[in-house]
């Protein structure tokens, strides 16, 4: 009965969207930074350097604040690949004398995401301590999180349905103008930042559940079509720490350096069951033990991550930036979930493997510039591309991925104390999914792989308010 009490090892596929959105990386936490594609790691003329690069808030003087969100608008299609391969069937049970061979529905139906918003904020605060090259800040952020939230009908419900995850960033830092305590000022530009960064996730993870196994076996009464649901939701805490360099010549150019740590989240929470009439039928007929609900954890690792930019100053009015940021997915190997019922006694049936992600590195370079047209009145441009951490072999619908075009525009206008900036960003990517993820799992259950192309257009509203005393 090993088949049969694995009928929902497939619930381990939902953790896919957890890491999903751990890569599905949220960079834009300044409108000033979405309107030059976030190239402003090497600038130090905006509070907002408390994400980009914090060393450089040395260069703020004062009280600086700024508070905003994102409005993400994402947009995503599927186009089923509609290839029917002739050895994904199975027979339901008619009778001892007959067969009735069925064909598995791998990717035959397109479908669209449904549209779902998203307001990552950012708050920023910094303090310039007079005369002894001192600088305080605190940050408040959202930088990584997203989710997918596709129809009940979707060729892919198997692997999931719905996902969303969002993490909240608290980082103090203390940053130390070398400068100013050597004397150099005037000559060049130089300091150093060190940050704590406090985590707090959340979770949502919704996926459909095939119990058409019991379709394949004799029983007293037939069944059609047994399914369930599990939705789980959960969250976690983690800590971490970030170092950043900024150095500039004055009236020239300027260049940044900033690494963040690795943030270690040990999700839990609580996972719910509900089957439609047949899945009930189906979990007798499989002597399966399932509660209505049981306690889940899984630990995943947001990954360590640095940016280095430099900027061009030479020309009044006008900066020109370039940065590069790197995000080391490489770490992320596989999703091990477990539920808590699996140890009590007797044991449910809710159990599962450990999944393998194997995911790459992922980069992003980013070309921004901006120019003051009127006093006070700047307008901004800037394009990026960025590399997709998921290789062939392990891409899934969950929060489909790709390599990424970034098209950006901005403007802001500041006056005496306060400020005002608004950014809009478009970003393009797609994949194909080729592979058996969705395919015959352990307990013999047909699922559905969902291969096919997947598009993602996305739209990036940004607004930030500033003041400075």
Same mark, same amino acid.
């Given at each position: 009965?090993?088949?049969?009490?694995?009928?929902?090892?497939?619930?381990?596929?939902?953790?896919?969207?957890?890491?999903?959105?751990?890569?599905?990386?949220?960079?834009?936490?300044?409108?000033?930074?979405?309107?030059?594609?976030?190239?402003?790691?090497?600038?130090?003329?905006?509070?907002?350097?408390?994400?980009?690069?914090?060393?450089?808030?040395?260069?703020?003087?004062?009280?600086?604040?700024?508070?905003?969100?994102?409005?993400?608008?994402?947009?995503?299609?599927?186009?089923?690949?509609?290839?029917?391969?002739?050895?994904?069937?199975?027979?339901?049970?008619?009778?001892?004398?007959?067969?009735?061979?069925?064909?598995?529905?791998?990717?035959?139906?397109?479908?669209?995401?449904?549209?779902?918003?998203?307001?990552?904020?950012?708050?920023?605060?910094?303090?310039?301590?007079?005369?002894?090259?001192?600088?305080?800040?605190?940050?408040?952020?959202?930088?990584?999180?997203?989710?997918?939230?596709?129809?009940?009908?979707?060729?892919?419900?198997?692997?999931?349905?719905?996902?969303?995850?969002?993490?909240?960033?608290?980082?103090?830092?203390?940053?130390?103008?070398? %400068? #100013? +305590?050597? @004397?150099?000022?005037? $000559?060049?530009?130089?300091?150093?930042?060190?940050?704590?960064?406090?985590?707090? =996730? /959340?979770?949502?993870?919704?996926?459909?559940?095939?119990?058409?196994?019991?379709?394949?076996?004799?029983?007293?009464?037939?069944?059609?079509?047994?399914?369930?649901?599990?939705?789980?939701?959960?969250?976690?805490?983690?800590?971490?720490?970030?170092?950043?360099?900024? %150095? #500039? +010549?004055? @009236?020239?150019?300027? $260049?940044?350096?900033?690494?963040?740590?690795?943030?270690?989240?040990?999700?839990? =929470? /609580?996972?719910?069951?509900?089957?439609?009439?047949?899945?009930?039928?189906?979990?007798?007929?499989?002597?399966?033990?399932?509660?209505?609900?049981?306690?889940?954890?899984?630990?995943?690792?947001?990954?360590?991550?640095?940016?280095?930019?430099?900027?061009?100053?030479?020309?009044?009015?006008?900066?020109?930036?370039?940065?590069?940021?790197?995000?080391?997915?490489?770490?992320?190997?596989?999703?091990?979930?477990?539920?808590?019922?699996?140890?009590?006694?007797?044991?449910?049936?809710?159990?599962?493997?450990?999944?393998?992600?194997?995911?790459?590195?992922?980069?992003?370079?980013?070309?921004?510039?901006?120019?003051?047209?009127?006093?006070?009145?700047?307008?901004?441009?800037?394009?990026?591309?960025?590399?997709?951490?998921?290789?062939?072999?392990?891409?899934?619908?969950?929060?489909?991925?790709?390599?990424?075009?970034?098209?950006?525009?901005?403007?802001?206008?500041?006056?005496?104390?306060?400020?005002?900036?608004?950014?809009?960003?478009?970003?393009?990517?797609?994949?194909?999914?080729?592979?058996?993820?969705?395919?015959?799992?352990?307990?013999?259950?047909?699922?559905?792989?969902?291969?096919?192309?997947?598009?993602?257009?996305?739209?990036?509203?940004?607004?930030?308010?500033?003041?400075?005393?």
């Amino acid at each position: 009965m090993r088949r049969a009490c694995l009928v929902v090892a497939g619930i381990f596929l939902l953790c896919a969207p957890l890491t999903r959105a751990g890569g599905f990386l949220i960079y834009e936490h300044s409108a000033r930074a979405t309107g030059m594609a976030d190239a402003r790691t090497a600038l130090a003329d905006d509070v907002n350097a408390l994400f980009f690069n914090p060393a450089a808030i040395t260069e703020l003087d004062g009280l600086q604040l700024e508070l905003g969100l994102t409005g993400i608008i994402p947009h995503v299609s599927y186009t089923a690949a509609k290839i029917v391969d002739p050895d994904r069937t199975y027979n339901r049970f008619i009778d001892p004398n007959n067969e009735n061979p069925v064909q598995i529905n791998d990717g035959m139906n397109d479908a669209k995401a449904k549209i779902r918003a998203y307001t990552p904020i950012h708050v920023y605060a910094s303090y310039k301590i007079p005369d002894i090259g001192l600088s305080l800040g605190l940050g408040v952020f959202n930088p990584f999180g997203m989710g997918t939230y596709w129809p009940g009908d979707f060729d892919g419900r198997f692997i999931g349905t719905e996902s969303e995850m969002q993490t909240f960033f608290t980082q103090p830092v203390v940053a130390l103008d070398l %400068a #100013e +305590l050597m @004397g150099i000022k005037d $000559i060049v530009k130089l300091s150093i930042a060190v940050g704590y960064d406090f985590v707090y =996730g /959340t979770a949502r993870l919704s996926k459909h559940i095939d119990l058409r196994l019991a379709e394949m076996l004799p029983a007293a009464e037939i069944i059609r079509d047994p399914w369930g649901v599990m939705k789980m939701t959960g969250s976690a805490i983690g800590h971490g720490y970030n170092v950043a360099l900024h %150095a #500039e +010549l004055p @009236g020239w150019f300027s $260049i940044g350096a900033s690494f963040r740590s690795h943030v270690n989240l040990p999700f839990s =929470g /609580t996972a719910k069951f509900w089957f439609n009439a047949a899945g009930q039928q189906a979990i007798k007929t499989l002597s399966l033990v399932l509660p209505e609900e049981t306690g889940g954890s899984v630990s995943i690792d947001l990954p360590r991550n640095m940016n280095f930019g430099v900027a061009f100053l030479g020309i009044k009015r006008l900066i020109i930036a370039v940065d590069f940021y790197i995000a080391f997915f490489s770490s992320f190997k596989e999703i091990d979930l477990h539920f808590d019922c699996a140890d009590a006694d007797p044991p449910c049936n809710a159990v599962s493997d450990p999944i393998p992600k194997n995911w790459s590195s992922s980069w992003q370079l980013s070309v921004g510039a901006e120019y003051e047209i009127l006093d006070g009145l700047r307008v901004r441009a800037g394009y990026g591309t960025v590399s997709n951490p998921v290789p062939a072999s392990t891409y899934d619908p969950s929060l489909p991925d790709g390599r990424r075009d970034l098209i950006c525009f901005g403007a802001g206008y500041a006056k005496d104390w306060w400020k005002i900036d608004f950014g809009y960003m478009l970003a393009m990517w797609g994949g194909t999914k080729n592979n058996d993820i969705g395919g015959w799992d352990a307990s013999g259950a047909p699922n559905g792989k969902a291969n096919g192309d997947y598009n993602t257009i996305t739209h990036l509203i940004a607004i930030s308010l500033g003041a400075q005393f």
